[in-house]
């Protein structure tokens, strides 16, 4: 299993449809012992060997239930042009040189996923290196994303990002069609969330959104949520 985590990254194809971004995804388990061995793999090998307009994240699982139980993620990210790019090379001896000494040091792989980033607010050329994600069951598709992007535009936004899409394949049996994650730029501001920032005004119409897109969201249904903290990009 483990021999698959990264090898697949340069076997699937891609078939991509959407507006604004693109993503592949890979999660595993590496042992507490070998992760700075497996991060400094991966920073060598990405800080020379990277796709023109295809940026790479790796993350750290950091809060995660049961069911969610991998330690570290790799995303690969970028126009359908440029992820293209990188999924018609082979990588070469030196690809395959890379993939044999991380594998050496994965316990195993978990998932991996394909799907489209579909909007986004917020400064988005600003690192905000801890973020929280959800995982949501959609059963009407433009019913979401009318609710979810109107809730978004209206929202004040001080300090933190948040992004949405939806997943193409990769999706387990619990379901899971859409994703979003908001993102802040240290552990203190996911703490405290928007509520820290808002004024009282503002919590109040922030909430009557909220409502509002409970009512209209399409059936919208939380399969999980977790915490993820970058650890490097490239």
């Not at 078939?15 to 012992?33: H, I, K, M, R």
Request: cysteine-free; glycine content about 10%; overall charge neutral.
């Amino acid at each position: 299993m483990k021999k698959l985590v990264f090898a697949l990254a340069f076997l699937m194809s891609v078939t991509l449809v959407a507006q604004e971004g693109y993503f592949t995804a890979y999660n595993f388990t590496v042992e507490p012992q070998n992760e700075s061995t497996v991060l400094q793999l991966i920073t060598d090998y990405f800080s020379t060997h990277k796709t023109e307009g295809v940026t790479v994240s790796l993350w750290e699982n950091h809060f995660r239930d049961s069911g969610n139980n991998f330690t570290h993620g790799i995303v690969f990210s970028g126009s359908l042009e440029a992820m293209g790019r990188q999924y018609s090379n082979d990588g070469g001896s030196e690809w395959m040189l890379f993939i044999t000494r991380v594998n050496q040091h994965v316990k195993e792989g978990f998932s991996a996923s394909m799907g489209t980033r579909q909007k986004s607010w917020g400064d988005m050329t600003a690192q905000y290196p801890v973020q929280n994600y959800y995982i949501v069951q959609v059963d009407n598709g433009d019913a979401f994303k009318t609710a979810y992007e109107k809730y978004h535009s209206s929202a004040v936004r001080k300090g933190w990002i948040n992004m949405y899409g939806r997943f193409t394949t990769g999706i387990g049996p619990e379901g899971g069609s859409h994703w979003a994650i908001t993102g802040y730029k240290d552990f203190k501001s996911a703490m405290g969330g928007s509520n820290a920032v808002l004024t009282e005004a503002e919590r109040s119409n922030r909430d009557k959104a909220w409502n509002t897109f409970r009512e209209t969201n399409g059936g919208a249904k939380l399969i999980r949520s977790g915490t993820r903290i970058l650890l490097g990009q490239w």
